[in-house]
């Protein structure tokens, strides 16, 4: 199975702030990695696909990098409603497979 | 817009078979560009990708659980279904049912329904 690792495992950022989250998968996904917001008692919900593309609907200051086993997520002026956990995801091989998970909490 | 709901019982006793249903609205689950997935949460494992099924009825799972899922759709109701037997407390999570396209990504999720096993 691929391991995705995620670092930090929590970031904590004023509103305003630039927040960057990184994912490292265990072998080498190309650009086969999506990125999800959860927020406590809601499912998980879609931002980035395709390691930098922009899912319908998800604001400009959420942004993707990355290619072979480094990612990055990056949040741009992080606003109230974005304190969230976030988990990335590969989908190069089976089992797809996640990270555990990077939290987003107030200063 | 398309919306996925969860349901089955809360509790189920160990070594017993846990059964959910996942109801689709707003799409067909016929349509050919989807596919039909389960996902659980845990606080121990995280995120666990248990298995995919497609309108036809062929499905694929995660080799750690595969000896005990069962996956299978309904297109006469709009649902598919999730199998597992021979439940332990490690089987307690939140379950998802999630739309998949191309087997990639998961989008949209359903609520998540929170199933314990105990006795």
């Known amino acids: 199975d691929v391991q995705m690792t995620q670092s930090p495992s929590s970031v904590s950022a004023s509103v305003g702030d630039t927040v960057t989250i990184h994912c490292r998968a265990s072998?080498?996904?190309?650009?086969?990695l999506a990125w999800y917001q959860q927020k406590p008692g809601i499912a998980p919900k879609l931002l980035i696909f395709?390691?930098?593309g922009l899912q319908s609907g998800v604001p400009f200051r959420f942004s993707g990098s990355g290619f072979g086993t480094n990612f990055t997520l990056t949040i741009s002026g992080v606003q109230p409603e974005d304190f969230a956990t976030y988990f990335c995801?590969?989908?190069?091989?089976?089992?797809?497979?996640f990270g555990q998970g990077t939290k987003v909490e107030i200063k | 817009q398309v919306q996925l709901q969860e349901s089955g019982p809360d509790l189920v006793k160990p070594t017993q078979t846990l059964s959910l249903t996942c109801t689709v609205s707003?799409?067909?689950?016929?349509?050919?560009?989807?596919?039909w997935t389960w996902i659980r949460q845990s606080p121990g494992k995280g995120l666990e990708w248990i298995g995919y099924?497609?309108?036809?009825?062929?499905?694929y799972s995660n080799p750690s659980l595969e000896s005990r899922v069962s996956l299978s759709v309904d297109r006469s109701t709009n649902q598919f279904s999730l199998t597992l037997e021979s439940v332990t407390a490690a089987d307690t999570a939140v379950y998802y049912c999630?739309?998949?396209?191309?087997?990639?990504?998961?989008?949209?999720w359903g609520r998540g329904t929170r199933v314990t096993v105990s006795s």
């Open positions: 707003g799409a067909s689950i016929s349509s050919g560009d989807y596919y």
């Open positions: 999630a739309r998949s396209h191309v087997q990639l990504w998961f989008d949209p």
């Open positions: 395709s390691a930098s």
């Open positions: 072998q080498n996904i190309r650009s086969w």
């Open positions: 995801q590969q989908a190069a091989s089976f089992p797809r497979t």
């Open positions: 099924i497609y309108a036809t009825g062929s499905s």
